[in-house]
C-alpha cells in the first residue's frame, strides 16, 4: 500500500487563509486615516449649518416635540461653564479648559489637553478620554438639556498644540488619534 504523503503546513489550504488574511491586515495598517484637517472642516462645516440653517417650515409642519432643541437660560450657561472650569481644574493640571465650538451652540465641545499626555500609552489615553468625556457630556446634559440624551453634545479632544487627541465614535466612545 502506498501511504499518503502529508503536504508541509505552508501547502495547507487553512495556512494559506491565515497568511492572506495576515497580509490585508498589515497592508490595511499603512494605509493613511483621514486627514485630520479635512475631519476638522467636516465638523466645523456641520457646526455652522446647524447653527445657521434657517426654518422654513410652517406650524403645521412644526418638528416634533423630541427634536426640538430645548433652550436654555444664560444663567444656565454661565453654571455650566463654571462647572466646566471647576472640573478642568480638578484633573490634575491635564485638562486645560472646556468649551464650545461657538459661544451659543453646546452641541460641539471641545476639550483641551496638555500635551504632555502624548506620553502616555493608547490605554492610558483612552481611559482619560472615557472618563472626561463622559463627565463633560453629563454636565452639559444636566445644565443645559435637562437630562436629554438626544440632544448630548460631541467632546472632541486636542492638545495644547492643537493636533486632535480624540474624537467621538458615532455609537459612543472615543476614537484616540
Request: hydrophobic share 35%.
Amino acid at each position: 500500500m502506498k501511504e499518503k504523503e502529508k503536504k508541509p503546513f505552508y501547502k495547507r489550504w487553512w495556512f494559506i487563509v491565515i497568511a492572506i488574511f495576515i497580509g490585508l491586515g498589515i497592508i490595511g495598517s499603512f494605509m493613511p486615516d483621514e486627514d485630520k484637517e479635512v475631519v476638522e472642516a467636516k465638523i466645523e462645516v456641520k457646526a455652522k449649518e446647524k447653527a445657521t440653517k434657517p426654518e422654513t417650515k410652517t406650524k403645521d409642519e412644526a418638528k416634533p416635540k423630541s427634536e426640538e432643541k430645548p433652550s436654555y437660560s444664560e444663567e444656565d450657561e454661565k453654571l455650566l461653564l463654571e462647572d466646566y472650569l471647576r472640573y478642568a481644574s480638578e484633573q490634575e493640571g491635564l485638562l486645560l479648559d472646556i468649551k464650545p465650538l461657538n459661544d451659543d451652540n453646546y452641541d460641539v465641545v471641545y476639550a483641551t489637553v496638555v500635551n504632555e499626555v502624548k506620553m502616555l500609552t493608547d490605554n492610558e489615553k483612552q481611559y482619560l478620554v472615557d472618563e472626561w468625556g463622559k463627565s463633560i457630556t453629563n454636565l452639559t446634559n444636566v445644565w443645559l438639556y435637562k437630562g436629554n440624551k438626544d440632544n448630548s453634545p460631541s467632546v472632541f479632544f486636542k492638545y495644547e498644540d492643537g493636533n486632535r487627541l480624540a474624537d467621538p465614535k458615532m455609537l459612543g466612545g472615543w476614537k484616540i488619534k
